[in-house]
Nanobody, 127 residues
Framework: QVQLVESGGGSVQAGGSQRLSCAVS????????RAWFRQGPGKERERVAA???????IYAISVKGRFTISQDNAENILYLQMDSLKPEDTAMYYC?????????????????????WGQGTQVIVSS
């Protein structure tokens, strides 16, 4: 059974930084796409960044240059380093995964493309 468990959320002031972690267990495939989504108040869930098993990454325009997605393959942990945070980054952040890689990982950004989800961690950015 695949499990994803996020941690690292909390409150931070605008301009600050925060790092989210997602521990992945139970996935046995050699190819995968892992991503961070977020859902702000009254907004749809959107993908902010993704990384595949080859290390290729993609970012939403709204976070490019401020957020960095990475992974520790040995420990099976996915990270999201968030810098220069803005109040509009306030949201519930979720990690998600599927078995895609390459252009499928980069191009398929919808929620329905992801098979596995964590429970979410809240990030609040105050001005």
């Amino acid at each position: 059974q695949v499990q994803l468990v996020e941690s690292g959320g909390g409150s931070v002031q605008a301009g600050g930084s925060q790092r989210l972690s997602c521990a992945v267990s139970g996935y046995t495939g050699s190819s995968y796409c892992r991503a961070w989504f977020r859902q702000g108040p009254g907004k749809e869930r959107e993908r902010v960044a993704a990384i595949d098993s080859d290390g290729s990454t993609i970012y939403a325009i709204s976070v490019k240059g401020r957020f960095t997605i990475s992974q520790d393959n040995a420990e099976n942990i996915l990270y999201l380093q968030m810098d220069s945070l803005k109040p509009e980054d306030t949201a519930m952040y979720y990690c998600a995964a599927n078995s895609f890689k390459g252009w499928l990982c980069r191009g398929l950004a919808g929620m329905t493309q992801y098979d596995y989800w964590g429970q979410g961690t809240q990030v609040i950015v105050s001005s």
